[in-house]
């Protein structure tokens, strides 16, 4: 019986051919683009073995500098210390392929969504039964804990118990554009529901038509799912953050920005607090 720790020990292998490129690195591609940006965590959008670090690197200086102050700091703490874990370990999974590389990718996910969902979870939301954020803490804990026991059950369809989180996201953000006017959210929405429905199309692709691309030889579609989720991420986070100063800094008015100005081609979006007056 191979180690937990031994190359090609996991149950999971992606399309790419391994060690074609590299004696040490199983999957090249799949490796190499997960350094594009290292894994965001409190990116929560169910990401199984592939958030990037990109939209986190861009992402989080900006809107912690136009937030400075008057964020909390526990949640500021939070959205700057989570995201390494997951990259790393989705390049440390990729490279190996190791069962220890498969279930560390997937549970520093697992954990970094229940942190996010912890804390920006909106309260409107809380089941009935919940009546604080503290008790929140607490379900999403003991759920977080049944879901790791579960997870070595069969690991097989973690990814795919992963993917799920992101059908919650999008009700949620199609709940919360119901009660806003705004274009701009409306839009930077649209934006990211465009990447994501991109990269889970390379996802499952990857997943199920892989015989294809490689009788085509081009078995690299996972590789662009960690770039597709990376750019999705970059605009799931200012939506969250927009949606979370609505309820819990009402004072403000959150206007998305983008840097370096709207009318360039590529661009990061941001929050920037304007003059307190609530719209959405
Ligand atoms: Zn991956």
């Known amino acids: 019986m191979p180690s937990i720790f031994s190359y090609q020990s996991a149950e999971v292998d992606w399309c790419e051919g391994n060690f074609e490129r590299s004696p040490v690195i199983a999957e090249y591609y799949n490796t190499v683009s997960q350094g594009t940006g290292w894994g965001h965590p409190a990116a929560a959008s169910g990401t199984p073995d592939g958030t990037t670090f990109f939209p986190l690197l861009l992402l989080t200086p900006l809107n912690s500098l136009v937030l400075e102050g008057?964020?909390?700091?526990?949640?500021?703490?939070?959205?700057?210390?989570?995201?390494?874990?997951?990259?790393?370990?989705?390049?440390?999974?990729?490279?190996?392929?190791?069962?220890?590389?498969?279930?560390?990718?997937?549970?520093?996910?697992?954990?970094?969504?229940?942190?996010?969902?912890?804390?920006?979870?909106?309260?409107?939301?809380?089941?009935?039964?919940?009546?604080?954020?503290?008790?929140?803490?607490?379900?999403?804990?003991?759920?977080?804990i049944i879901s790791t026991l579960m997870s070595f059950i069969k690991p097989a369809i973690n990814a795919y118990a992963l993917n799920c989180i992101a059908f919650h996201l999008l009700y949620l953000t199609w709940r919360e554009l119901k009660k806003c006017q705004d274009r701009r959210v409306h839009r930077m929405a649209a934006v990211m529901v465009m990447w994501w429905v991109l990269a889970i199309s390379s996802w499952i692709s990857d997943r199920w038509l892989c015989g294809l691309w490689q009788a085509?030889?081009?078995?690299?579609?996972?590789?662009?799912?960690?770039?597709?989720?990376?750019?999705?991420?970059?605009?799931?986070?200012?939506?969250?953050?927009?949606?979370d100063v609505n309820y819990e800094m009402p004072a403000f008015r959150p206007k998305l920005s983008y840097w370096p100005s709207d009318s360039w081609p590529v661009v990061v979006p941001y929050i920037a607090l304007e003059e307190p007056h609530k719209q959405c």
């Open 70 to 144: 008057c964020w909390d700091g526990e949640r500021l703490l939070s959205s700057r210390a989570g995201p390494i874990t997951p990259g790393i370990f989705s390049m440390y999974f990729h490279m190996t392929l190791s069962y220890v590389g498969q279930l560390l990718d997937e549970l520093s996910i697992l954990w970094s969504l229940a942190v996010a969902y912890s804390f920006w979870y909106p309260k409107v939301y809380f089941p009935r039964f919940i009546k604080s954020r503290k008790h929140f803490f607490w379900l999403s804990g003991v759920t977080t």
């Open 216 to 243: 085509i030889n081009f078995p690299y579609f996972h590789s662009f799912w960690h770039v597709l989720i990376a750019l999705s991420l970059l605009y799931l986070c200012p939506l969250v953050i927009y949606f």
